[in-house]
């Protein structure tokens, strides 16, 4: 593949990990040019009736696609395409653009692409970017309505050999309507990591790069790229180095891959026989199959907010419970699922959510406040929730929390919901436990008398450190004081997880910091047995604690704990990991 072109390389955003290389294939579903028609009064209706069969005809285009994802794929990639007939059913577009066609009295074309104008210049207003993202997904139903009108119908779409598909926009319905065998690798202009088709892309394992600017004004097809999902870089048209450098960096992790493979199924102890527990933080069925493949000790942190995100809308104690029953099954009651409340807020919008804006939305309306304040919603979750522990290990675990306070009214309303299910007739285990993430430094600073209300604590490292150190972790500007070990962070873990080791609960920690392998000796060292990660991490951290012995590690955290800043830890648990060659 050696090229005499000029290399070019484009950075955006990794949305599904992996690395591929190959040839582009240019892909494009842009609307061509739609003529405004003026009609005569006597053919509104008509134009009504056009617009209300297109409707039916794309919605049940798309119920075919979730039937043939459900059977490919799961159910719960499959629930992404129920969004669209959600939309299609809401009253904007079941009568409001009927009414539009009435009033302006032109064709269903002109009316949806005016209206899909409007709602992008709507999307636009809103900086929070997983809301932001989910424009795409309406722009997808607009589209096919058009689409449909025009006489343009959906094909599959085939390829001869395997590309690297490179589009301005690419939606799930379009990915789902490839020969998806074929695609080595996705790159787009627009999108992000919780656009449908980036869940989707994961769930297929293909390795994909979004928000690469300009990509599409630059590539053709046929030209070479590599890309990279891990990182976000796509290399056009890769020098003979790029390549080399490419393909020991494959190779490497596929040798890495195939140790860790190995790795996977030996027992969760150190040398000396220290046991340790390795969970997985998830968001659907996806996620927490492949923490069961990766040998996950259970889930330390499933959270919630993914299907509200999908069906764009709060969901019903049925829904709910239907969609946490198949996770508890799946780990059966010999590992435990931590099911974590909805956390909505700081940087997690629902779409339907009236939030007014805020200055600091990390520190505003958000999470357990929330959820106090919006107990119908509160009491059906925890219902749900309840529900599943009569088939599993469940426990409860509330986030954000500031004060007891908080946790004793999130207490009584579980208690409420316990009520109403015994009269309902409903299985639950009533002795079902309950914790509260360590996010808020309130809660590590009175950790020692917190412990004794609650049944566990989970420190969520990536919150408390933003607090910690009042530093806004999406913020660049500030990215350097973002520092995971600064004394004062160090300190609060190691008080919290002496708590917890003192009263003889359990303390897990389920931050960025649990799946680095890099801070392993260290975390360990200061008392933690429990640590929950993203699924792909636990191989590596799990390689990085059965080669210790507990009493190294508590060396380490002796001399950490006598520190006075970053650097220093830094330096010290560098020096430790390069001895005993950690990554």
Known sequence: MKTTKKEITFRGIPVSSGMAMGEVELFSNELGEIISISLPPEDVEAEIERYNQAVKEVKKYFLDSERLIKQEIGEEEASLFSFYKEVLDDPSFRNGIPKLIREKRLNAEAVLLDSMRRFDNGFALIEEKSFKEKNLDFRDVFKHLIHHLLNIHSRCLFFPKKVVIVAHELTASDLIHMDREKILAIVTEVGGSTSHAAILARSLGIPAVMGVSQITKVVKKGETILVNGDTGEAILNPKESAIKRFNIVYKRKKKENEELSKVITYPSVTLDGESFKLMANIANIYDAKKAKSMAANGIGLFRTEMPFLVQERMLTEEEQFLHYKDIVKLFGRKYEVVIRTLDIGGDKFLPFQEIAHEMNPFMGWRSIRISLKEKNHFIKQIKAILRTSAIGKVKILFPMVSSIDEFREAKKLVERAKKELQKEGKAFDPNIQLGIMVEVPSIGVMANLIIKEVDFLSIGSNDLIQFMLAVDRNNE?????????????????????????????????????????????????????????????IPKVKKVLISLKTGETQELAEEALKKTTHEEIYNLLEKFNRIRRIN
């Open 477 to 537: 500007k500030v990215a350097p004081f973002y520092q995971p070990l600064n004394p004062a962070v160090i300190h609060i873990i190691h008080e919290v997880i002496k708590a917890g080791i003192k009263a003889k609960k359990p303390v897990s920690l389920c931050g960025e910091m649990a799946g680095e392998s890099f801070y392993a000796p260290l975390l360990f060292g200061l008392g933690l047995r429990v640590f929950s990660m993203n699924p792909h991490s």
